[in-house]
């Protein structure tokens, strides 16, 4: 008996657990973007932005690269490296992406974070960092 009640509360358990975990299969923003579709084509491919394949821990700087490279002034992820990546963190921080960007004469914008903002953005051929960053040519 003891053996059908242990056996009964882990499949509880488990589908409890897969109960929770289905909720996060689709993203609120993904959910209201499939049921209200903004007026954007459904695919926007940039075929101009470079691409530099990444060393270990570094997708900072070999996508800041990208888009710098993009955006007129030729760089390679390995000059960009000692200005944003924090090797202690493996990665880079926020404030040294903004930092090395200016250093480049681009200008960081924050977007509002919806996914909505950064498909019509990349829709305009304006390259993206991260969902919430944009790189502009600085005034």
Known sequence: ??????????????????????GCATSPQTRLLLDNPPDIPPRVELTEVPFFPQQEYHCGPASLA?????RGTAVEPEQIVPLIYVPELKGSLQAEVIAATRQFELLPVQLDGTLESLLREIQCGITRLSSATTLTNAL
Request: aromatic residues 8%.
């Open 66 to 70: 990208s888009i710098i490279t993009y």
């Open 1 to 22: 008996m003891k053996l059908v009640n242990r056996r009964a509360r882990s499949i509880s358990c488990t589908l409890v657990l897969l109960a929770f975990l289905g």
